[in-house]
């Protein structure tokens, strides 16, 4: 069977502007997996950096193709691909570039051509799951990070996927977990999955001292937010993981001075690692990662999609999580 030869795809054209169209596909190499695209996962952080032009830790060139998680089916693999067959449900973290576009890792298209180090076995496991694979392994990363014993209490700070993975993940290693947010659909949605939340917002002032977190995950990352609290953890031996990625120049989050007087210890996380994108993956088939149960936003036409997208570069989109359903495009 011949390999097809084009997609469709989201297109940042020009930082700052975002639209549909069809690419064509690079030829298959040998060590390349073709893949017809389910659902890509929406990361409303990076995404909406990239579509601005404002993602600074690599340089992304123009005209480009946003996304780095998608779950989709295999339809054709290279002569020197093993480990993977045709017809088996995969995610895939980076594409190959398009004809004539670059790949800002390139993931939301209808098809993507992957070096097959880029693609994961998701057998058994939903594509509206799989497809946030890098986003949740984010929120994995950081809980991972802990050094506490189950039943240790753990304050999340941040109520979009990554918080809401990373309270999953710290949910699956025995902890409890309250999730601290701003926005009442985000919580209400989080408590139906099964996670105590808190409007900082609305509910008690004192509500994280009473809560005695022996560690935050602070997936906000701004002064306010350690203000809030950096008070509540415990002097020598408190823990705080900074998770998540912040451009713009912003360059402390914390105060150091606070930090070494209370003997606190930090951490800082971020990328992927295959390790932890399959451990993460292994908690998806567990049913402990639910992360399509998060979506609110999925778009299912060309118009959908680039409503979407330019919603997520423009800030605009209030769901925990978003993604695009490719089956339009097939």
Known sequence: MAQESTCEAVVT????????????LKALGPRDVLVR????????????????????????????????????IIESVGSEVSGFRIGQSVAVTRAREYEGVASAWGT??????????EVYDAEEIP????????????????????????????LVVGDGI???SAALACTARGFNVLLAGRHDPRLELLQ???????NTRTGAPDAIAKFSPNAVIDTVQSEEAFAAYSPALPPRGGQLVYSGHSPGGITAWADMAVLQKRELSVHFVSGTTRPR????LALMRQGLM????????????????????????HGRLRPVAAAIDWSWAQ
């Open 37 to 72: 695209s389910l659902v890509s996962g929406v990361s409303t952080g990076t995404d909406k950096w990239v579509m601005q032009g404002t993602f600074v830790w690599v340089d992304i060139s123009y005209p480009s193709v946003p996304g780095y998680q998608v779950a989709g």
């Open 192 to 198: 139906d999955v099964g996670l105590s939340t808190l």
């Open 162 to 164: 990554i918080g809401s």
């Open 127 to 154: 594509a509206a799951r799989a497809a946030f694979i890098v986003s949740a392994q984010v929120g994995y990363n950081g809980a991972s990070r802990l050094q506490l014993e189950a039943g240790a209490r753990v």
């Open 290 to 313: 639910p992360c399509e149960r998060l979506v609110g936003a999925m778009a299912d036409s060309r118009e959908g999609a680039r409503e979407l997208m330019a919603d997520v570069m």
């Open 108 to 117: 939301h298209a209808s098809r993507v051509v992957a070096e097959v180090a």
């Open 13 to 24: 054209e020009v930082p700052g502007h975002v639209t549909t169209r069809q690419l064509g």
């Open 277 to 280: 994108l399959e451990a993460t």
